[in-house]
């Protein structure tokens, strides 16, 4: 283990108690969530194999497993909160078994019928575990197609973690494991905090079956992580879920092992949170985290993961939890709603968007949030403007923070 990271989380919280940051603004998410339903209705699906597919960005790419489930849930967690059905959430679910490939035994990223510009057999390796997370909650919930399509998944995922020794490259092939792409630069080795998410999942298969050797490949995969100093992070959301993970495992056993480890997961989650931004033009920045540990842009789809893991940590931890990891935890929080709002193109002066895209384009009409927000003021959305980043606002209205 690394030294003690609570003395850092410490600092920090006592650092941020002293700052004047713009105090954060309540919105009305329960209006953009009805928002972005009427337009996920009529401008951001397809139909494919006589199935509905929702687009990972306006007028962008092709369906994918990740975006389809993302927003199955979190169209599940506001039809939940509000207390009326989503016709939409059950076309979705429809479709998923698609994506399942029975000759290498797990559901793909995509399906058979995407274009040849993307290579179908590369696997980005959270790309692999996310989907199937999804897939867990949806089983938990007593749905028994999501089920089934995790059972038949989930073992190709626990093979490829053990076949790279809980260290994942950033690509490989899903037929036979061979390393496509090992590292993005030299600033990481691979995906390192990929076992965050992996271990969340084995710890969610684990409430889902009962069988204890679901958390046997948890506990290694964090452990494995160890060791990083203040360097853990590739992508913020994994690192939170990794903090979520331990808060699971320590909740199940009891083992302080496991609550001291959530700590150095949350202090590299901290690590990489801006105090000093205040806004990039009218979004305010301050707290948020660059999505990815080489990026220089926030990013919606990231940061409301982050808020809900967070509130996971929050939960799981209670009054256990030191009260430096819940003041920055719930700061995080308040101050992700917040700027969340500001994502979105309609928010946003005309002269604030980016003229070119690398995946679609910008349609300011529509109530889904630009993928790239510069701290520094840049012009957002040259990546595009995400139908995969969709759910927050479906999240937030669902769980609103306190007061």
């Known amino acids: 283990m690394d030294e003690d990271p609570r003395d850092y989380l410490r600092r920090t919280a006592a650092a941020f108690e002293t700052l004047a940051p713009p105090p954060p603004a309540p919105h009305d998410w329960r209006w953009r969530a009805e928002r972005t339903l009427a337009d996920l209705l009529g401008r951001a699906t397809v139909v494919d194999?006589?199935?509905l597919y929702v687009m990972p960005y306006v007028d962008g790419q092709y369906p994918d497993s990740m975006v389809q489930l993302m927003l199955i849930v979190a169209?599940?967690?506001?039809?939940?909160a509000t207390g009326v059905p989503i016709p939409l959430e059950g076309q979705l679910r429809k479709g998923l078994g698609?994506?399942?490939d029975p000759e290498v035994g797990t559901i793909r990223r995509y399906l058979p019928s995407v274009g040849r510009e993307k290579d179908w057999n590369a696997v980005d390796s959270w790309y692999l575990y996310h989907p199937l997370s999804n897939l867990a909650r949806l089983a938990l919930d007593g749905e028994g197609e999501a089920r089934?399509?995790?059972?038949?998944?989930v073992e190709y995922g626990v093979r490829a973690a053990r076949h790279f020794g809980y260290q994942w490259p950033v690509m490989y092939d899903i037929r036979d494991l061979s390393v496509k792409v090992q590292a993005l630069d030299a600033g990481r080795p691979g995906e390192t905090d990929c076992g965050g998410l992996y271990a969340y999942l084995m710890t969610q298969v684990h409430a889902l079956t009962g069988e204890e050797r679901w958390l046997e490949e948890a506990r290694p995969a964090l452990r494995a992580a160890d060791g990083r100093g203040r360097s853990l992070m590739y992508q913020?959301?994994?690192t939170a879920w990794g903090a979520a993970a331990c808060l699971r495992l320590w909740k199940l056993g009891?083992?302080?092992?496991?609550?001291?480890r959530a700590y150095?997961?949350?202090?590299n989650l901290f690590h990489h949170c801006d105090f000093r931004a205040r806004f990039a033009g009218p979004v305010p920045c301050f707290m948020a985290a660059t999505c990815m540990y080489n990026s220089d842009y926030i990013a919606p789809f990231e940061d409301h993961e982050v808020f809900m893991a967070l509130r996971e940590v929050l939960a799981l931890g209670s009054e256990a939890l030191d009260p430096a990891a819940r003041v920055l935890a719930e700061g995080f929080c308040?101050?992700?709603a917040d700027r969340a709002w500001t994502f979105y193109p309609d928010m946003l002066p005309p002269e604030m968007l980016a003229a070119k895209q690398e995946s679609g384009r910008i349609d300011r009409a529509l109530s889904f949030p630009l993928e790239d927000i510069y701290p520094d003021g840049r012009k957002a959305g040259r990546v595009g403007q995400e139908i995969y980043g969709a759910g927050a606002a479906f999240l937030y209205a669902a769980h609103p923070l306190p007061g």
Request: aromatic share 20%.
């Open 148 to 153: 089934n399509l995790l059972i038949d998944s």
């Open 75 to 80: 169209l599940r967690d506001y039809a939940r």
């Open 254 to 260: 009891g083992e302080g092992e496991w609550l001291d």
């Open 236 to 238: 913020i959301n994994l």
């Open 264 to 267: 150095y997961w949350l202090a």
């Open 49 to 51: 194999y006589g199935d």
């Open 98 to 100: 698609r994506f399942f």
């Open 334 to 336: 308040r101050h992700a």
